[in-house]
């Protein structure tokens, strides 16, 4: 496993050791050891969850203004652009937006740590997404940034289709508007 930094330090793509041959192939999704060795952060993953969902199906921006969730997401089926937008005031790079394409094929996790809103797009006719989280899901902490927020000018690569979104979604605030951290 190796971590490789991104335009937003505190975000890490993970890209496991993958051995394969004419069988298939075999890799070590997780490692708490290594992780903590590669990335330098020694943290705790108290839930996972898993989604599917249909090409154009955009989740997010999401994040938890209280219990705030670090991430550690990858698509096992599929393919999706991901998406962490720093949402802390006090932080150099806040309100800069990161995006990877993560992929069955290309087998790369994306580190996101509390702080972040996080979201994706479905790239392939289906994809299917795990995510380790460092705080349980709390409902009533849950916002939402809007998506197409024109300040964030993220590029969801929908190449002018309309994205399927959640109504939390469709209401999601505006960076300026939002609640974010300190």
Do not use: C
């Not at 937008?85 to 994306?110: C, H, W, Y």
Request: no cysteine.
């Amino acid at each position: 496993m190796q971590a490789i930094p991104t335009s937003i330090p505190d975000v890490l793509v993970i890209e496991p050791k993958v051995f394969g041959d004419t069988r298939g192939f075999f890799y070590e999704s997780f490692n708490a050891r290594r992780f903590a060795e590669v990335t330098g952060v020694s943290t705790s993953f108290v839930q996972d969850n898993h989604s599917k969902s249909a090409r154009h199906v955009l989740r997010g921006l999401h994040y938890q203004i209280q219990q705030p969730q670090g991430k550690l997401v990858r698509a096992v089926v599929g393919e999706v652009l991901d998406v962490a937008v720093d949402i802390r005031r006090s932080s150099p790079t806040f309100g800069q937006v990161e995006t990877i394409i993560l992929s069955a094929e290309n087998k790369r996790m994306l580190w996101i740590p509390p702080g972040f809103a996080h979201g994706f797009v479905v790239l392939s006719e289906t994809a299917e997404f795990l995510y380790k989280a460092t705080d349980y899901w709390a409902p009533e902490h849950e916002r939402s940034l809007l998506w197409n927020d024109p300040a964030l000018g993220i590029d969801w690569q929908l190449n002018g289709a309309t994205p399927l979104l959640a109504a939390k979604d469709q209401a999601g605030k505006r960076l300026q508007d939002a609640e974010v951290f300190a």
